[in-house]
Nanobody
Framework: QVQLAESGGGLVQSGGSLRLSCAFS????????MGWYRQAPGKQRELVVS???????DYEDFVEGRFTASRDNANSTLYLQMGSLRPEDTAVYYC??????????WGWGQGTQVTVSS
């Protein structure tokens, strides 16, 4: 079981904001690119953003300009600030390795539910 824990999800109105956090075990986090993923009902899990150890980010088009990922390397924590939320952002959000293939090999945590009402 991968040692991480997502938190910060909830119910928010369209246009609102949420901040997600993910605490990793230091051995997993150190020196690795990390990522946020999401899985909407009836859909496959998809990468939202990846972030390198230096903080360089690569966002998927559907969140570009609305979401901001960051990381605290000293505390092995990953963050996702989500703004201008839309109903289509409703999903379970997961954190994991920034490479989807490595993420699958690590396994997945429980995720945190984000629900955006219209």
């Amino acid at each position: 079981q991968v040692q991480l824990a997502e938190s910060g999800g909830g119910l928010v109105q369209s246009g609102g904001s949420l901040r997600l956090s993910c605490a990793f075990s230091p051995s997993l986090f150190s020196g690795k690119a990390m990522g946020w993923y999401r899985q909407a009902p009836g859909k496959q899990r998809e990468l939202v953003v990846s972030i390198t150890t230096s903080g360089r980010t690569d966002y998927e088009d559907f969140v570009e300009g609305r979401f901001t990922a960051s990381r605290d390397n000293a505390n092995s924590t990953l963050y996702l600030q989500m703004g201008s939320l839309r109903p289509e952002d409703t999903a379970v959000y997961y954190c994991n390795h920034g490479n989807p293939y490595r993420a699958n090999s690590w396994g997945w945590g429980q995720g945190t539910q984000v629900t955006v009402s219209s």
